[in-house]
């Protein structure tokens, strides 16, 4: 079979058939992942990558040549993942613009719309390195170039193109010391060379639907004694999209450079992605947010990923979403992660405590107005992505999800088990709390997780400490709890002019009810004290924590009462109250979590 011409449809038809291969070698690619950090996941970003261009030329109904391109190039960017995973979003951008005005293409000028693309792609990198999937990406494009001014096939150009991509593949592994001293090819660039592997494949003559069939291809014969100790420079991995106007790339990579390294800036200067390894996500974010709205934030903590891929640790992983306010000596366990809320300005997005910590939320919150201000539960695919790669490398994995009756991230959690391998393994509980209760209680469980108990037994205490747990509000203000519909409007003007002021708790079931009414601040304060004696007795011992929205005074006044009238069992934590308390009840507002006696 001779292919003389190349249009849309057969652009997205061999797209697609490269992008599943792949998605198939992802746990291949995840096992040899060593530069630039050996935190395991080169595949899973890959396949994730290709997975959203996938998704990207489904979506489109027109099969021309450019609207192929750019649907290809738009949705790999947005889905684009991880150090190769944007390399390769800047790639198909690249074929974007070579493909502007064209409706089909021969072997001539497909050579140098990828010679072009290739040479896009080493302007978005800051410091392009050789060794890696930038290596096999120019060897193979000069290859191309080189054989298609001897043929007009297709099939005859990829493969004997291809045999140059593995020798390279192959010379990789001399051209960087940390592969050199794993013994193994790059990750990104096997990445690519399967995804050339599956095209050929496909034009040779197979089907979309065979290739969901297949297993190997003439598998690149990789040594098995890898292993890495790769010093990790920076911590997070973290990346975003930005859309504005006229961004200038150039002046922008200026900007981010210090912060850290293998900074990528691919795309447009209307629409591009950001990666970079840092250790200040919130300060990367901040400087990309005065080009453009940033979109598909994320920053992933490549310590605990290389400590989980690559070092022996626990049986059991546990995960919380931000808003439970977890103490820094627990989100520092390895086996600790944490799925952020996402805080909603308008038509701005911020990662809780990634894009934006408490005290820059605060600042937000006083100069933006509180009631401009909303949030909202991580999406399924975010505790997807957490969950999956957990569970590849842990036996279980247990989620402490915020009180199911206040948000929505429980059912987000499970909405993603659907798409999740091992869904058996991974174990969501209802905390029936917010901020500091989920806090007391990840803290009891990460106790017996280094224990090695059991996850039966790790199980029947979450569920029995959320039974126990407790939560008691101080609200100073009346203001945010009419503002978000807590307080009724009628009660909420009865209660201003008598200064009536709540103490508030949740239920059983994790509602928010009124534990009291008390007239004035003070009063309010010694409500708590009372109602938690109530409950443990004069110098009864219980954990305790504190969460507060910027109101440090108070907070030493609370602390003072429990050491005093309590017995503690546990050092008592204090927290930055999450933003989920913050705006719907105000500064000022301070809550006291504590686990009561069993009755």
Sequence with gaps: MRIRYLDGRRLKRALIAGSRRVQQYREQLNSINVFPVADGDTGTNMAGTFRAMVGGLRSTTRVDLEEVSRSAADASLRGARGNSGTIVSQFFFGLALGSRGKKRIDTRTFSSILNQAVDYTYQALAEPVEGTILTVLRRWSHKVADYS???????????????????????????????????????????????????????????????????????????????????????????????????????????????????????????????????????????????GLLEEQKADDMHKQYLAAHTPHLQTALVVDSAGDLPEELLAKSFVHLVPVKLIYGERTYLDRVALSPRRYYQLLAARGERNISTSQPAPGEFEKTFSFLSAHYKDVIYLSLASVLSGTMKSAQSALERVSRAEDIHIIDSTSVTVGIALIARRL?????????????????????????????????????????????????????????????????????????????????????????????????????????????????????????QPEREIFIRDASPALATHTGFGTVAVAYFAHES
Excluded at 246 to 253: N, P, T, V
Excluded at 478 to 493: M, P, Y
């Design 149 to 291: 001014r001897r043929t007009d096939d297709f099939v005859k150009l990829f493969s004997e193109s291809l045999e140059t991509a593995k020798t390279a593949l192959r010379d990789t592994i001399q051209q960087l010391p940390s592969l050199r001293k794993a013994k193994v090819v790059d990750a990104g660039a096997l990445g690519f060379v399967h995804f050339i592997e599956g095209i050929l494949r496909f034009i040779e003559g197979g089907t979309i639907r065979e290739l969901e069939e297949f297993s190997a291809f003439e598998e690149i014969n990789l040594p098995q004694d890898f292993g890495s100790e790769e010093e990790i420079t920076y911590r997070y991995c973290t990346e975003c999209v930005i859309r504005g106007q006229a961004i200038d790339l150039e002046e922008l990579k200026r900007e981010l450079g210090a912060l850290g390294d293998s900074l990528i800036v691919a795309g447009s200067d209307q629409l591009l992605k950001v990666h970079i390894h840092t250790d200040d996500p919130e300060e990367l974010f901040f400087r990309c947010e005065k080009h």
């Design 446 to 566: 990460a106790e017996a997780i280094e224990k090695q108990t059991p996850i039966d037994e790790i199980r029947q205490l979450a569920e029995k400490l959320s039974r126990r747990v407790r939560l008691l509000i101080h609200i100073p203000s009346l203001e945010a709890l009419l503002r978000s519909g807590r307080l009724g409007r009628t009660k909420g003007l009865i209660a201003r002019m008598l200064k009536l002021r709540p103490v508030l708790t949740l239920d059983q079931n994790g509602r928010v009810v009124k534990a009291a009414m008390v007239k004035g601040a003070e009063a309010g304060k010694q409500k708590i004290i009372s109602l938690i004696r109530s409950q443990i007795g004069d110098h009864g011992t219980t954990d305790f924590a504190i969460a507060h929205v910027d109101d440090l005074e108070t907070v030493e006044w609370f602390l003072r009462e429990l050491l005093q009238r309590f």
